[in-house]
């Protein structure tokens, strides 16, 4: 049974960083891609930025792209996002998952939050 972990949310100020950490349990990480998704108050979650397994192609929302840097670790089980020039917009709660082999995000971390005040 595959655990992820998420770490690293805070409150921060519009511009600055902050980086997500999610830590997976289980053997078979390297395996599969991964991905991060948020949920602003009132709104739906959504897709934030995607990793393939092996760490060679990335992909983003346009909303991030630019500004938000997602990289694996294999070796330690980790998948993280590096955000820089935050926006309030930007608030909401982070959540780490993974993609199944059917494609579609079948195990999730129980959420980080992050918070950019004005």
């Known amino acids: 049974q595959v655990q992820l972990v998420e770490s690293g949310g805070g409150l921060v100020q519009a511009g600055g960083s902050l980086r997500l950490s999610c830590a997976a349990s289980g053997r078979t990480f390297s395996a599969y891609s991964m991905g991060w998704f948020r949920q602003g108050p009132g709104k739906e979650r959504e897709f934030v930025a995607g990793?393939?397994?092996?760490?060679?192609?990335?992909y983003y929302a346009g909303a991030v792209k630019g500004r938000f840097t997602i990289s694996r670790d294999n070796a330690k089980k980790t998948v993280s996002l590096q955000m820089n020039n935050l926006k309030p917009e930007d608030t909401a709660v982070y959540y780490c998952?993974?993609?199944?082999?059917?494609?579609?995000?079948?195990?999730w971390g129980q959420g980080t939050q992050v918070t950019v005040s004005s």
């Open positions: 998952a993974r993609e199944s082999r059917l494609g579609n995000y079948d195990t």
């Open positions: 990793i393939m397994w092996s760490g060679g192609t990335t």
